[in-house]
């Protein structure tokens, strides 16, 4: 069965810094593309940074409003994903997801160029908040 779980989420200052974990149960992270995206109150999913497995071709892909800021990895040898946030913003401040990259029936080893690639199966979120 496969399964997500997300952790790492908190309280955090206006410029400080949080790093989200994805750990994967059922399959193995290695040879497939993790995305992240998150979700704030009352707006639309929003797509954060994409990576494809390191079979494909390894690349990172992340949203401008992201970028420079968030980095993505991951560690094969644990099952996990995680994305490191620094620089955080108010605007941060959402529940956030890891999720595999579908296409119909096939989960991809690559985002595909995006760094919000459609997602397939994703855990129940963690949360950030990013205030004073």
């Known amino acids: 069965q496969v399964q997500l779980v997300e952790s790492g989420g908190g309280l955090v200052q206006p410029g400080g810094s949080l790093r989200l974990s994805c750990a994967a149960s059922?399959?193995?992270?290695?040879?497939?593309?993790i995305v992240w995206f998150r979700q704030a109150p009352g707006k639309e999913r929003e797509g954060v940074s994409c990576i494809s497995s390191s079979d494909a071709d390894g690349n990172t892909y992340y949203a401008d409003s992201v970028r420079g800021r968030f980095t993505i990895s991951r560690d094969n040898a644990k099952n996990t994903v995680y994305l490191k946030m620094d620089s955080l913003k108010p605007e941060d401040t959402a529940v956030y997801y890891c999720?595999?990259?579908?296409?119909?029936?096939?989960?991809?080893?690559?985002?595909?160029?995006?760094?919000?690639?459609?997602?397939?199966?994703w855990g129940q979120g963690t949360q950030v908040t990013v205030s004073p």
């Open positions: 059922g399959f193995a992270l290695d040879f497939y593309a």
């Open positions: 999720a595999t990259v579908q296409d119909g029936e096939r989960t991809r080893p690559d985002c595909g160029g995006s760094y919000y690639p459609n997602p397939g199966y």
